[in-house]
């Protein structure tokens, strides 16, 4: 029998400390998404529903297949900065008329949609993630195009925006624009090279300049209809493919091009999976608060795959990482997962291997990160975890099969990078509130940064301030400490949301049916070892 066993004592007082910390970060949590969904707070979404048009979130309700979850994505973005949280645009994955779509719909009661600069990294991420996976997009437009005052940060790079809705075109990738609203300056582009446009009677508005641009450049004088609207460019210029009376109809009409796409996945569905032995409810309490206390990552798993069925892959070698086959919602993977946090050169060519393998079966991999990175040392250095630790990521980094990444506890330093963190293109990454990530820990950086400090003054023959000391490393760790936790890091998009663990196979499972759109092919052929 391969079905994982359980150890964890959900009545014993460890597990309800554990819990209990989960459950307070999950507060904290939910306290931030719940300014995402505010927009741009009670007066604006007041205003908007004045005017008669639906939320963002309520468009996509009602674009997507009734009763069938939406994957948000990147909820938290702009998270620590100077602009709302969520960065005024709304991504994730969604199912219309029964086919996968990647969706981004602006929120127009926050700044009218207009786009900021971690807007702009947002919706480059949700274009990443489609053309990967071969998604069909659909944008839900209404912006007021790039909020000026940041304007330096957006216009140069925002060009790719374009590029990309080219470039999935090209790709045979579909792409409906759906406008709601205002489309202007470069924003008249997205219905413009989108292969589907839908516009709706007195409310779309699409042109290169408004009519005071237009007065200003020209002056000509013009308004809003006759210049860029609905019936404008769904009877004169073209530019509207389909004329909608209301957003409701607009919606439909979405929905209907998407069912004459005839698009097919690459991979046919597995169909109806067994569920896990145990409770997912207990995945809230295996993680410790203090990440510096093990935990045994089979729990985990035990927890996310089809049966707790799991056959482990050199068991018995290099046993702080844990490797195996399984499978998730009926999806076979391959699963990398940090056991006691250190990677030992043993660690490191098993999961050269491992990978290698995968690649050879094309078998999409499962990274559950806690680790806080390669083992240092004399011993070590002479025993070759360089070159070792550099096996593993050159398997990571040339493995052509699809990765995932959750962390779950402690990612620090190359083990981030070797457990395929964002820097090596995972599908997916996703974090756990519990999740730290830094180029090491903040006690060990403040401490590193003190000996050279106290170095450098003994070199050059100076006292040396201890109390002075005392304060630059609290400072130094309070920073690092900050600046590792999953909410700062999910607002620089360094992962594509952070997550309930009980909801993390129902994510991976929408994540890897997603990815099955595309073909599933692994390298057949890697980088130099070093040996």
Request: aromatic share 6%; hydrophobic share 40%; with cysteine.
């Amino acid at each position: 029998m391969t079905v994982l066993p359980t150890a964890l004592d959900t009545a014993g007082p460890e597990y309800a400390v554990h819990r209990e910390a989960m459950l307070a970060k999950l507060a904290d949590l939910e306290t931030e998404h719940a300014k995402a969904l505010a927009g741009g707070g009670e007066k604006y979404v007041a205003r908007h529903r004045k005017r008669g048009k639906l939320l963002a979130r309520e468009r996509i309700e009602l674009l997507v297949d009734p009763d069938t979850p939406f994957l948000e994505l990147s909820p938290l973005a702009a998270w620590g900065s100077d602009y709302a949280v969520g960065a005024s645009l709304v991504t994730g994955i969604g199912t219309v008329s029964g086919v996968e779509c990647l969706i981004t719909a602006n929120d127009p009661t926050v700044r009218g949609g207009a786009s900021n600069p971690w807007t702009l990294k947002k919706a480059l991420r949700a274009n990443e993630i489609a053309f990967a996976n071969r998604l069909p997009c659909i944008s839900l437009v209404e912006s007021g195009g790039a909020d000026l005052p940041s304007q330096k940060e957006i216009f140069i790079p925002g060009g790719a925006l374009f590029r990309d809705l080219t470039r999935l075109s090209a790709a045979g990738i579909p792409t409906v624009a759906v406008v709601f609203g205002n489309s202007t300056a470069g924003g008249a582009y997205v219905p413009g090279m989108s292969d589907h446009t839908v516009m709706i009677k007195e409310q779309s508005k699409v042109f290169l300049g408004g009519p005071p641009l237009v007065k200003m450049a020209t002056g000509e004088e013009s308004d809003d209809e006759s210049l860029g609207g609905a019936e404008m460019h769904a009877r004169t210029s073209g530019l509207a493919d389909h004329y909608a009376v209301d957003e409701h109809d607009a919606l439909r009409q979405a929905r209907r091009i998407v069912a004459r796409l005839n698009w097919r996945k690459a991979h046919p569905d597995p169909g109806p999976a067994e569920p896990p032995k145990y409770d997912e409810d207990e995945l809230i309490g295996i993680v410790p608060g203090d990440l510096k206390v093990p935990f045994d990552p089979r729990e985990v798993i035990a927890r996310l795959v089809d049966g707790s069925d799991f056959d482990a892959f050199k068991p018995l070698y290099g046993t702080s990482l844990v490797t195996g086959w399984a499978r998730l919602h009926g999806y076979p993977v391959g699963i990398l997962a940090n056991a006691q946090g250190v990677l030992f050169s043993e660690e490191s060519q098993k999961a050269a291997q491992f990978i290698q393998l995968a690649n050879q079966r094309d078998i999409p991999l499962l990274f559950l990160h806690n680790t806080t990175g390669y083992m240092v040392g004399k011993e070590y250095e002479q025993g070759g975890i360089i070159k070792h630790g550099a096996m593993m990521i050159n398997a990571v980094s040339n493995s052509r099969v699809p990765h995932l990444s959750v962390l779950m506890g402690a990612s620090y330093g190359a083990g981030h990078y070797g457990m395929c963190g964002r820097a090596y293109d995972p599908r997916f990454l996703f974090a756990w509130p519990s999740s730290k990530s830094a180029v090491m820990g903040a006690q060990q950086l403040a401490g590193v940064l003190s000996i050279v400090a106290r170095a450098s003054s003994a070199a050059k023959g100076l006292p040396y301030d201890d109390e002075a000391d005392a304060g630059l490393r609290a400072m130094v760790e309070q920073q690092i400490e900050s600046e590792s936790l999953p909410m700062f890091l999910s607002g620089r998009l360094y992962d594509d949301g952070v997550i309930d663990p009980r909801d993390t196979r129902t994510v991976l499972g929408m994540c890897l049916s997603a990815i099955h759109t595309a073909p599933v092919e692994g390298a057949r052929g890697f980088g130099v070892f070093r040996m």
